[in-house]
């Protein structure tokens, strides 16, 4: 389906385009040039090329070019420090009828495929970052060599609910075979889109030889020499289409199962293409995975996983109201207050990506030793996996010093407690360090649901209080919420992004409102399932009626992970500032008195049932609900919390919601965070009145 210029263009007129240019060059050894084609989007490593309409033009003139030339060999790589990284869906996003994806996928097809049927030997050079479509045209190469500092390399796909189409699924098991082409295009992907590391592709057979990067082009080359020559020759992996295919297929189907539930159908389709890729046809395989493409480009869950990305990538990279960054002053030394896990976990990723000093107090000399003794031990499990060298994990654990006085924070620009999540214990904790501090330290709380304002209404400085709220496990999870409080000024909120940012987390601007948003959230969802049980409704109901969402976890599963204490407490706060919307259960009160963090127990066999305990001690009433109540009730609960929240101005918009259930409660892309599903479902005009996001965001257009 050979389209000119002039007709790509037609198809995606904003396209960044990544331009092929073809050279022919000398190689030792060789008789014939070879056709150099470098790709290249003209832009900084800091905007990776891609592939839209006229780059796949682009590319598909440039090996005609090569091709004509005769030469030795052909080879593909990328600008400096990048090769490319898929499909540029902006394109896709923008599709309003369904032959527009049936014309990417078959353009993409069209364009790899001559590299692999050409019979000139085609060499793909990764230099750099390498995902998705950039990885297809790689597979499509007959040989492959890999920079050592190739810093991405996957086949992230089905993380954003859609799957590898320009030949990833039928090219990835047919080199490595099924069982480890699994790993890359299943686990991987809804492992939080785990990335591949320059040796684990070596290993797998991604890649057929690695190169340093000092010289990495001119080794490639030579290589590419010797395996032209016939002097080099590469072992290729004999595929077991069999009992090992069947294996890795009904492995797929278990992570498919465990991830997404059923409800992410780029996995389904990506499922279905595995198996096909048993046959070995390219030619099958390749109409299918366009046939695929154009279906989910239609659907309103690949728009959802299209805005959940460009959330991610762009709007968390620009915070929604967050002050000038002039406005920031220069952090030079942290405090911690208190040396528990949470606190520890702070210290050590403060002293990880600022390299300042941070010093940890608590209330006894145990703690304070406890505390410091976890940042070292783990530093030395970094150093141990070779993560940091020797001489880094000595400078870092320097950095690390514990007291019980907190005079120590007297020349500390931030500091951050972490104690017991009592307002009358906080105050009593910043009034103390504000009697050690300059005037112009930021103090900072880690509080969950606590009010902010009122933490600061006793200081002399009320104006450096920040909200500095982080999900556990810090080093993890990558959402910060940044709370403003009634006073807090512009350069406390303006340093507090800049640390954010130098902290590598996504920071997103919260008024100070009851449990800011992802608790607040979590708390009104976790309630209404919980209220189900009360009135009648059984734990296994009540646990499952959620499962169509795809949501990394179960409600009572996330009650284990959150501590059943934690959750009451924060369920009687929130019940404190909104009673009437948020419920405190008497069961949970009696659950947590009697020391119980988990309702399910484990046998040998892994078969999960109630602990008989919890069933004992349970009051159930005579009301139970179905599943498909128990999930309408919990979802009409969010619409009716988030449309209060967005009218208390708790955030700027909507997206700002979905970004903080993506990135702090890891709910899934194809949900679009919560909003668009409540769109799509309908819940949100019947609940609300009308939709949180325009008609065709998030969402086929009309």
Same mark, same amino acid.
């Given at each position: ?13 904003? %396209? ?10 000398? &190689? ?97 050079? &990764? ?54 082409? #699994?790993? /890359? ?7 939080q889109n785990k990335m591949l590391k320059p040796a684990d592709a ?7 030889? +690695? ?9 490639s080359l030579l290589w590419l020499s010797g395996v032209v020559r ?10 077991? !289409? ?13 992570? #498919? ?20 890729? !048993? ?11 366009? %046939? ?172 450096? &209080? ?17 709370? !403003? ?32 948003? #992802? ?8 309630? %209404? ?11 296994? /109901? ?19 992970? /959150? *501590? ?12 404190? =500032?909104?009673?009437? !919307? ?15 963090? =988990? ?17 004992? +001690? ?59 599903y409540l769109d799509r479902t309908g819940i949100s005009e019947k609940?609300? *009145? ?13």
């Amino acid at each position: 389906m050979t389209i000119t210029a002039e007709e790509a263009k037609a198809i995606f007129p904003d %396209e960044v385009v990544t331009h092929a240019k073809t050279r022919l060059i000398s &190689v030792p050894g060789l008789d014939k040039p070879v056709a150099f084609i470098t790709i290249d989007n003209g832009l900084d490593h800091t905007r990776p090329s891609t592939f839209g309409p006229q780059s796949l033009v682009s590319l598909g003139a440039a090996f005609d070019e090569a091709y004509a030339a005769g030469p030795a060999a052909i080879a593909v790589t990328g600008k400096p420090f990048i090769f490319a990284v898929g499909a540029d869906l902006t394109a896709v996003e923008q599709a309003t009828d369904r032959s527009q994806g049936v014309t990417i996928g078959q353009l993409g097809h069209e364009v790899f495929k001559k590299f692999t049927d050409s019979d000139i030997p085609t060499f793909a050079f &990764v230099n750099g970052a390498v995902m998705g479509g950039g990885l297809e045209l790689a597979l499509s190469c007959h040989y492959r060599t890999l920079a050592s500092n190739a810093a991405a390399i996957a086949l992230p796909e089905v993380f954003l609910g859609l799957f590898p189409g320009w030949g990833g699924t039928q090219l990835l098991p047919n080199l490595i075979g099924a069982n480890d082409a #699994v790993t /890359v295009i299943f686990e991987n992907a809804l492992n939080q889109n785990k990335m591949l590391k320059p040796a684990d592709a070596l290993k797998l057979g991604i890649t057929d030889v +690695l190169f340093d990067s000092a010289d990495y082009l001119e080794q490639s080359l030579l290589w590419l020499s010797g395996v032209v020559r016939g002097e080099i020759t590469v072992q290729r992996l004999e595929i077991d !289409r069999g009992e090992a295919w069947d294996a890795a297929v009904a492995r797929a189907k278990a992570i #498919v199962a465990g991830k997404t539930k059923g409800a992410a159908p780029g996995a389904e389709k990506a499922l279905a293409l595995l198996e096909l890729a !048993r046959e070995n046809d390219l030619v099958k395989g390749y109409a299918a995975e366009t %046939e695929g493409l154009a279906d989910l480009v239609m659907s309103d869950e690949l728009r959802a996983g299209l805005y959940s990305f460009n959330l991610v990538q762009k709007r968390a990279k620009r915070p929604a109201g967050a002050p000038d960054k002039s406005l920031a002053r220069k952090v030079t030394k942290v405090g911690v207050v208190g040396a528990g896990l949470m606190a520890s976990q702070m210290a050590l990723l403060f002293i990880r990506r600022l390299h300042v000093p941070v010093v940890l107090t608590d209330i006894d000399q145990a703690r304070v030793d406890k505390g410091v003794g976890y940042v070292h031990s783990e530093i030395d499990k970094l150093a141990g996996k070779k993560r940091i060298s020797p001489d880094e994990a000595n400078r870092l654990k320097a950095l690390v010093s514990g007291s019980l006085d907190k005079s120590a924070f007297s020349d500390a620009d931030f500091v951050i407690e972490a104690v017991f999540e009592d307002l009358a214990v906080k105050q009593q904790v910043f009034a103390e360090v504000e009697e050690h501090v300059s005037a112009e330290a930021i103090l900072a709380t880690n509080t969950s649901s606590l009010s902010i304002t009122d933490m600061a209404s006793k200081l002399k400085h009320p104006e450096r &209080v920040v909200g500095f709220h982080f999900f556990n496990p810090v080093a993890v999870m990558p959402l910060l919420e940044i709370v !403003r409080a009634e006073q807090t000024d512009d350069a406390t909120l303006a340093t507090a992004f800049s640390i954010g940012k130098q902290l590598k987390k996504s920071s997103v601007l919260v008024k100070d409102a009851p449990a800011f948003v #992802v608790n607040r959230l979590l708390t009104r969802f976790m309630g %209404e399932v919980i209220k189900s049980v009360d009135e009648g409704t059984s734990f296994e /109901v009540a646990d499952k009626a959620t499962e169509p969402l795809g949501l990394p976890m179960s409600p009572m599963i996330l009650l284990q992970l /959150v *501590g059943s204490a934690v959750a009451l407490h924060v369920s009687e706060t929130m019940h404190g =500032a909104f009673p009437d !919307r948020f419920s405190v259960s008497e069961n949970m009160k009696k659950f947590v008195a009697a020391g119980k963090g =988990a309702v399910w127990q484990w046998d040998s066999t892994g078969a999960q049932t109630v602990d008989p305990e919890v069933q004992a +001690l349970w009051e159930f009433g005579s009301s139970p609900l179905t599943g498909d109540e128990v999930k309408t009730r919990a979802l009409e609960a969010l619409a009716e919390e988030i449309r209060i929240m967005l009218d208390e101005g708790v955030v700027a918009e909507a997206q700002d919601i979905d970004l903080c259930m993506i990135l702090g409660a890891g709910w899934p892309f194809w949900l679009g965070g919560i909003t668009p599903y409540l769109d799509r479902t309908g819940i949100s005009e019947k609940v609300t *009145g009308k939709r949180f996001l325009a008609p065709g965001v998030a969402s086929v257009p009309a």
